[in-house]
């Protein structure tokens, strides 16, 4: 698609934050058709690089952001910038505030986390958000099998939009998998720990921290079982250079 970079193979839209909230606003209000919102980091590209599935799937995003400093230094060295880096949970929390504006319009539906995670997170943004109608919450530890009926519980509960936090690479393609069960849902964000954030259970990085693009430290530092993902990085960095050095032989 023209307006999206490929990095290995995964597009990313070419918008800044706010572009990025018009469209998911757009889209939240009927005005567009329903999307999806992916925020693919180098470990699910490298993931995708050996599974043409998940490939596809990220590629029928609506919207693909760049949430870390990986995807967009890797933008950077293929030549082909992306505007700004898009924290996913800022853009979940925007659709919140979106939403709270017309409550009865627009609710929401919050799937993920462990157990009460969903739930406190509804109660944490009722009271940020007083507008907002929460249709419905579980949480993300279900068996496959359970899927239909998951999904079948937010199709009735109404929701327009639904938060699916269930981890990379599973909730993409749970959504891939289920989102023509839920024909009234017009976006289905794919946002990670995020619940865990507006739940209170997890903090963002202070700002110091993102401004040298130092946020997976951060993230490493409280959750130290999350180093395994660093070891993607390398590897994500050897495949751009290669492509890298393809561009420049014209292949
Ligand atoms: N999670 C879930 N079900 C699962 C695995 C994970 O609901 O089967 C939740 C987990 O509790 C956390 C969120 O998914 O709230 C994000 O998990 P993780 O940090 O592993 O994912 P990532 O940072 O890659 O999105």
């Keep these: 698609m023209e307006n999206r970079v490929s990095i290995c193979g995964v597009g990313f839209d070419r918008v800044t934050a706010k572009e990025a909230k018009n469209r998911l606003f757009r889209a939240l209000s009927g005005k567009k058709p ?18 043409p599935e998940l490939s596809r799937i990220l590629n029928e995003a609506g919207l693909s952001v760049a949430d870390g400093v990986g995807v967009i230094r890797a933008a950077r060295m293929l030549g082909d910038p992306l505007p700004e880096r898009i924290p996913g949970v800022e853009l979940g929390e925007a659709m919140l505030a ?23 997170a509804a109660e944490r943004m009722r009271e940020k958000y007083p507008g907002l109608s929460v ?3 579980a949480d993300g530890y279900f068996d496959e099998a359970k899927s239909p009926e998951v999904a079948g519980r937010v199709a009735s509960s109404g929701a327009v939009l639904l938060f699916v936090c269930l981890g ?5 393609k749970w959504i891939a998998a289920h ?15 995020s619940l865990d954030v507006y739940a209170g259970a997890l903090r963002r990085a202070p700002r110091i921290f993102c401004r040298f693009g130092l946020e997976w430290l951060w993230r490493v530092i409280r959750q130290p079982s999350r180093i ?22 014209g292949d």
Excluded: H, W
């Design 228 to 249: 395994r993902r660093l070891f993607a990085v390398p590897a994500f960095l050897r495949r751009v250079r290669r492509e890298k050095r393809r561009q420049k032989r």
């Design 34 to 51: 329903p999307l999806s919102l992916y925020t693919p980091n180098p470990e699910i590209v490298e993931l995708a690089c050996r599974d």
């Design 98 to 120: 979106f939403c709270a504006e017309d409550g009865e319009a627009l609710p929401v539906f919050f799937l993920g986390g462990k157990p009460g995670i969903a739930e406190k």
């Design 168 to 172: 990379a690479p599973k909730q993409e």
């Design 179 to 193: 989102r023509a069960k839920m024909p009234g849902v017009r976006v289905f964000a794919a946002l990670g720990g």
């Design 135 to 137: 249709a419905g919450t």
